[in-house]
């Protein structure tokens, strides 16, 4: 009789929220205490609104911007430290970070099509030892069986401050994402609400690790 090997399991976080929350400094923070790889489900949508733009592809042309989701050359990596993007083999992660991009993301992120080619890139992630995830749809659509989900939120002035925005472009984007028809940003039924208005990073990563303590070993 064949002895059963049984699949060791991943340990999946989710942390969603609109922009300016602090997902990506708490995700990388509990990343490194938890040593989790930190999976940014933002970097599939940024990579993907870039690469729109340097093949300067129509983005209304849905068809056009799904099939670039399926460049080939288009990568994205992440371990503890994070998650790196790379087209043709070059990492463009530093590309990624501003607004700009950001609202390209948005507007690609809408169409169901690019959602679905983006999916299985992600929960391709899902691996031992497991991931923090952070985005839109990580605890209701990516990663539904996740074993902790954190809905991470913070008043809009708080979150323009900390993005350096002003408070209509980060609501239009807060509006877009929320509004869309497939997988908006919106809190699953079994996350844990925090409100990071007035809570120090700390405050939030050591709430945080509080809960998954609670379930790590379970
Ligand atoms: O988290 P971020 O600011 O890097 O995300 C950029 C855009 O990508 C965001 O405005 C909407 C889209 N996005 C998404 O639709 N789903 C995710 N899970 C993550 C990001």
């Not at 690609?108 to 899902?126: G, K, N, W």
């Not at 350096?164 to 699953?188: F, G, M, Y």
């Not at 939030?204 to 998954?212: E, L, M, N």
Request: glycine content about 6%; some cysteine.
């Amino acid at each position: 009789m064949s002895a059963t090997i049984s699949k060791p399991k991943a340990f999946i976080v989710t942390i969603d929220g609109p922009a300016g929350s602090g997902k990506s400094t708490v995700s990388g923070l509990l990343a490194q205490r938890l040593n989790l790889n930190f999976l940014t489900t933002g970097a599939f949508y940024r990579g993907l609104a870039y690469l729109c733009r340097k093949k300067a592809v129509d983005l209304k042309k849905i068809e056009e911007v799904t099939a670039l989701a399926y460049y080939k050359a288009f990568d994205v990596q992440a371990d503890v430290m994070g998650t790196k993007v790379f087209i043709d083999g070059i990492d463009i992660t530093n590309e990624l970070s501003n607004e700009e991009v950001a609202l390209v993301a948005s507007q690609i992120s809408a169409y169901p099509e690019v959602r679905l080619a983006l999916l299985d890139l992600q929960r391709d992630f899902a691996r031992p030892p497991g991931i923090i995830a952070e985005g839109r749809d990580c605890g209701t659509v990516v990663f539904p069986n996740a074993n902790v989900k954190i809905f991470l939120t913070a008043s809009l002035d708080k979150r323009a401050t900390r993005r350096l925005a002003d408070e209509q472009t980060i609501s239009n984007r807060d509006n877009a994402d929320s509004r869309r028809k497939v997988a908006p940003l919106s809190k699953a039924k079994d996350a844990i609400e925090i409100d990071s208005t007035a809570l120090s990073v700390d405050e939030v990563v050591d709430k945080i690790i509080g809960i998954v303590k609670d379930k790590w070993k379970k």
